[in-house]
Nanobody, 121 residues
Framework: QVQLVESGGGLVQAGGSLKLSCVASGIIFSDKPIAWYRQGPGNQRDLVAS???????NYADSVKGRFTISRDNAKRTVYLQMNSLKPEDTADYYC???????????????WGQGTQVTVSS
């Protein structure tokens, strides 16, 4: 069973930093692209950043230059370093991986339970 577990959220003042972690199990981790999404109150879930198996990265315009996504395949972990945080970064942050399910015989999206980030002004 695929499982993603996020951690590292919390309350921080504007301008501060947090580092989120996502540990994956139940999949071959190293060949999968992994993404971070976020969902603020009353908002849809939006892509924040993604990293491919060969470590190519992609960022939402709103976080470019402030957030950095990285991965450690040996630890089966993806990180999201968040600097210069703003109140508008307040959201629940989710880790995501898309994989092929041999049981369902189709691609499946797996999500973690989320970690809450609150940035005070």
């Amino acid at each position: 069973q695929v499982q993603l577990v996020e951690s590292g959220g919390g309350l921080v003042q504007a301008g501060g930093s947090l580092k989120l972690s996502c540990v994956a199990s139940g999949i071959i981790f190293s060949d999968k692209p992994i993404a971070w999404y976020r969902q603020g109150p009353g908002n849809q879930r939006d892509l924040v950043a993604s990293i491919s198996s060969d470590r190519r990265t992609n960022y939402a315009d709103s976080v470019k230059g402030r957030f950095t996504i990285s991965r450690d395949n040996a630890k089966r972990t993806v990180y999201l370093q968040m600097n210069s945080l703003k109140p508008e970064d307040t959201a629940d942050y989710y880790c995501n991986v898309n994989y092929y399910s041999t049981n369902l015989k189709r691609p499946v999206d797996a999500w973690g339970q989320g970690t809450q980030v609150t940035v005070s002004s």
